[in-house]
């Protein structure tokens, strides 16, 4: 069974807003370091591109933690799969078909396989994508950690 209730909100958009609702903070969370976690070595040719292509993005916008390796390392996953999905269903619609349908050995046609895959691939890739702020309703919701010496100081100054 899953956990119950919306997904807390993080103390340290907590300790921003005031702690508004004045209930006791977290003493012991943990706060991984920022930075480029290892990449996982299960990652494809595709995965690790993707990996390559994420890294800096995440880090520019300071969601990164060497703690999201294999999170980061599962949207990789997710993302090389649709892609060959994808590629597989070009493959099959160069064969005179749609590569949407197919027909079974019994002579029915049905939807392809692929399909399924691929809604899947998007289905996973979108909700890991929500938890780094890929998303642009995602980032309306992300607070980036501060940068080490960070207090926030000069924006003050000129916002």
């Known amino acids: ?6 997904a807390p909100k993080p103390t340290s958009i907590r300790e921003r807003e005031g702690n508004r609702a004045r209930r006791p903070l977290p003493a012991h969370e943990p706060r991984p370091q ?5 990449m996982p070595k299960y990652l494809d040719r595709e995965g690790r591109q993707e990996w390559k292509r994420l890294v800096p993005i995440l880090l520019s ?12 390392g599962n949207l990789c996953q997710a993302y090389s799969f649709l892609v060959q999905a ?13 590569g949407l349908l197919m027909k079974t050995p019994g002579g029915y046609v049905q939807q ?11 289905e996973i890739i979108n909700r890991i994508s929500r ?5 642009p309703s995602s980032r309306t919701r992300i607070e980036a950690l501060a940068e080490p ?4 100081f000069e924006d003050e100054l000129c916002g």
């Open 86 to 98: 994808h590629q597989a269903m070009r493959l099959a619609s160069k064969g005179g078909g749609s």
């Open 34 to 38: 920022l930075g480029e976690p290892e």
């Open 61 to 72: 916008i300071r969601v990164l933690s060497t703690a999201d390796g294999l999170e980061l």
């Open 112 to 122: 392809s396989p692929l399909i399924g895959i691929i809604n899947g691939q998007v």
């Open 131 to 135: 938890e780094f702020g890929l998303t």
């Open 149 to 152: 010496g960070d207090d926030g």
């Open 1 to 6: 069974m899953g956990l119950r209730g919306p």
